[in-house]
């Protein structure tokens, strides 16, 4: 702790703060537009806390493997939102949820990242490893294959279309196995940071850094579930439509932790470990996250499967081509990483008037 600054001690405390009052507000039922609006300025908050201790995680490990650590604990809330709503059976929002994290991811997210990274070079380009852009492009279309054929079989009506479940949990275990393979030697290969880039680094203790990982990604799971609570009746309120509610607004909330550490780190130049942040998160959504929370749904009465919707199974096959297309060199101009942001946009617009 000697090593914070009294700005840094006085920021902590205040997300602690925040994050109380988000759960008094959870649990007092001061109603649910003063839950939402505090659970939403408590997640700005903890997305502080992981962008901090990433940081300094970030020189002590390779930029993988930081970002990898990174988004698992910042796809909680992702988790604990699809289980929570496959547990009351709502099968749409659970789809939508996991879908819309990864656009969010994606595109969004990478889109502005690449710009804040790339304002930084003289020559307005940012630089970056090849290796993780295209791994992650690599993962996204596996998963893409396996959701367009299953939406082919479903439209085509053939005998196949109706085993999609059985089907959907043979991928689900295929895909976990493939991202296996690609995880553990990835996980080993980052060599750490120079000594020269850590030399004369005051940074915190590697065991506080790491308790404050762990106690940010636990308050962010609880802080999202609070504020998926109050989201509905908000979004009653506003009168848009779930899709857009699901597909935009919950996966930018849930994805807020990566949001900000992936912002924070390319404004001060780490185009690697921003790098890492999003595409780590990308990866672990398409090829982990939805794969596990299919193996999972069959424990409860409503299954998830990789059928989704033909306009959604376009546009991620477009996504999945889109980022491999703009990130597999290892370099991104800022109008490439605006393109990615107006991508999205165009998907959000889509989504609201359904």
């Known amino acids: 702790m000697s090593a914070l600054t009294p700005r840094q001690r006085v920021l902590m405390l ?3 703060v925040l994050v109380v009052a988000a759960g008094i507000a959870h649990y007092s ?7 939402f609006a505090i659970a939403a300025v408590a997640l ?4 502080w806390l992981v962008s901090f201790g990433t940081e300094e995680l970030g020189t002590r490990l390779s930029p993988g493997v930081t970002g990898l650590l990174q988004s698992t604990l910042g796809n909680l809330p992702e988790l604990f939102v699809v289980i929570f709503a496959l ?7 659970a789809q939508t949820s996991i879908l819309g994290s990864i656009f969010a991811n994606a595109l969004l997210v990478l889109g502005l990242t690449i710009v804040l990274g790339a304002r930084r070079e003289q020559d307005g380009c940012m630089r970056f490893g090849k290796r993780l852009p ?5 993962l996204l279309l596996v998963t893409s294959f396996i959701i367009v054929i299953v939406g082919i079989s479903l439209a085509s009506d053939d005998h196949a279309s109706r085993h999609i479940q059985s089907i959907s949990v043979i991928a689900a275990i295929v895909l976990l196995l493939v991202y296996a393979a690609w995880v553990v030697p990835f996980a080993r290969s980052g060599a750490p940071p120079q000594a020269a880039e850590g030399a004369g680094h005051a940074g915190v203790p590697l065991a506080f850094t790491l308790t404050l990982l762990a106690v940010a990604g636990v308050a962010a799971a609880l802080v999202s579930e609070w ?7 908000a979004i009653d309120q506003l009168g848009v439509s779930p899709a857009f509610a699901g597909l935009v607004i919950v996966a930018i909330a849930g994805n807020a932790v990566e949001n900000v550490t992936a912002f924070v780190l390319a404004r001060k130049g780490k185009s690697d470990l921003a ?15 939805f794969p596990a929370l299919v193996l999972i749904s069959q424990l409860f009465e409503t299954h998830l499967t990789f059928a989704i919707q033909p306009v959604y199974i376009g546009a991620l096959l477009l996504t999945s081509l889109a980022v491999w297309q703009i990130t597999g060199d290892g370099e991104a101009a800022a109008f490439e990483g605006w393109a990615l942001t107006g991508t999205y946009v ?3 617009a889509l989504t609201l008037y359904e």
């Open 44 to 47: 700005a908050g903890v997305a």
């Open 227 to 233: 504020f998926i609570d109050a989201l509905g009746p």
């Open 87 to 93: 547990q009351k059976g709502e099968i749409v929002v």
């Open 346 to 348: 165009i998907l959000a």
């Open 134 to 138: 295209k791994d992650t492009s690599t």
């Open 275 to 289: 790098i890492s942040v999003v595409k780590n998160s990308v990866a672990q959504i398409a090829a982990f996250l």
């Open 14 to 16: 205040a997300v602690a």
């Open 29 to 35: 039922g001061v109603g649910d537009v003063a839950t």
